[in-house]
């Protein structure tokens, strides 16, 4: 039974008052000690260069100084590879996900709406004798409210008012609400299904673009599968 199928009812009484661093930071913190590095080898030189012969620079101070120089020195070394290292890993794990090009995934949040109907999955709370889907706009507002299966299980969301026109393209969250006697039990959002285009890596994460155009973290996938016939 899908969403397309169910007419846009009332629902009774409810009572409705439940109305690490990424690669650019890597990159600046590495040029940041790089500067520190050559700031501290000119302020080293110039010290050096510019003793009074009549007062030396102390052998243990100079000692200590040329340790710190080394100590800068190993620390843009290590960063440096740090950063290699993470980038070779996200280029591994995009390769990876390359698989998932042509499948579909489900990943919680808001969904891209271009005119297609959206397949979205959810469970309502143990217990409740109603079930809606409540709909809200990219800015939040609560554009529809429709009633489910109390079964659970998955539905498609054919983006149509009452009267059978789209609504406007655009970003749209699903919330399901469970009801028992009038009560609110539970409101959870709702997964949905889109299938993947493209697969990019952007400063360090894994990005997923799919059919839509909308782009999602791979971080934020569930689950994933072959498109229904």
């Known amino acids: 039974m899908t969403v397309e199928n169910v007419s846009a009812r009332p629902l009774g009484n409810i009572r409705t008052d439940d109305a690490q661093y990424g690669t650019a930071d890597r990159t600046a913190s590495a040029q940041g000690f790089s500067s520190d ?7 080293l030189t110039a010290q050096a260069r510019y003793q009074d012969p009549l007062k030396p620079i102390d052998s243990t101070e100079y000692a200590a100084q040329l340790a710190q120089f080394s100590m800068v020195e190993q620390q843009v070394q290590t960063n440096e590879k740090l950063a290699s290292l993470v980038a070779q890993l996200g280029s591994a794990n995009m390769a990876m996900l390359s698989g998932w090009i042509g499948q579909e ?9 271009d ?28 554009v529809q409210r429709l009633p489910l299966p109390l079964s659970g299980g998955e539905v498609k969301w054919s983006g149509m008012d009452e009267k059978g ?14 009801v028992t006697r009038g009560e609110t039990i539970g409101r959870t959002p709702a997964s949905f299904y889109g299938g993947v285009a493209e697969v990019q890596l952007r400063e360090g994460k894994t990005v997923l673009i799919l059919d839509s155009g909308q782009e999602i973290l791979a971080a934020s996938v569930d689950a994933i599968r072959r498109p229904p016939a």
């Open 37 to 43: 590095f050559q700031t501290f080898l000119k302020m």
């Open 105 to 113: 995934v489900r990943s919680h949040g808001a969904a891209l709406f």
């Open 115 to 142: 005119g297609s109907p959206i397949t979205l999955a959810y469970s309502p709370a143990k217990g409740a004798d109603q079930v809606a889907l409540v709909v809200s706009d990219g800015e939040g507002r609560e």
């Open 165 to 178: 026109v789209p609504l406007p393209a655009g970003t749209y969250s699903f919330d399901i609400l469970s």
